[in-house]
């Protein structure tokens, strides 16, 4: 189970580099018009078409600010080194589990907070809210598991 979580962390780390690259295609696999103007869609076509031309917009006019999420996917990268700790020691590394469960609510709080001042449609925050919901699940399964492996452990001689 820790290891899939590694693999999501990792997977969702490499995906904020090729931002650009991954709006186009998935406006694309949408239907939305290469030239659409977003505000002749509604829905999720128009935020995907608006997030798209945002990113146009950065990439052509201020391709540093891309390097704010370079350092995302980055951050995303060595959160997951953090969690081989667990995976190899569960019990003496149980901390890094409930740090990671920290960071789950903590993603639930920073949509619901910073979305709205951002601008952020309501049905995105909660796909983003979901991350830190699907993220607590794994971990609060393999915090369950350290436990029963410490108690295991303090039984035997």
Known sequence: ???LF????IVSGLTAFPLLHELELLAKLLGIPPAADPHSL?????????VRDGLRDVHAHH??????????AFAHLIIAIFFIGPWREPVANAWVLKVGLGACAAVILLALIC???RGIPFYWRLIDCSF???????LLYCLR???QL???EKKSP
């Open 42 to 50: 509604s829905g999720l076509q128009f935020w995907i078409a608006t």
């Open 115 to 117: 979305g709205p001042i």
């Open 150 to 152: 410490e108690a295991d």
């Open 132 to 138: 830190g919901v699907f993220g607590a699940l794994p």
């Open 145 to 147: 598991l350290t436990r």
């Open 63 to 72: 391709p540093w600010l891309a390097y704010g999420t370079d350092w995302l």
């Open 6 to 9: 590694i693999a999501a962390l």
């Open 1 to 3: 189970m820790l290891g």
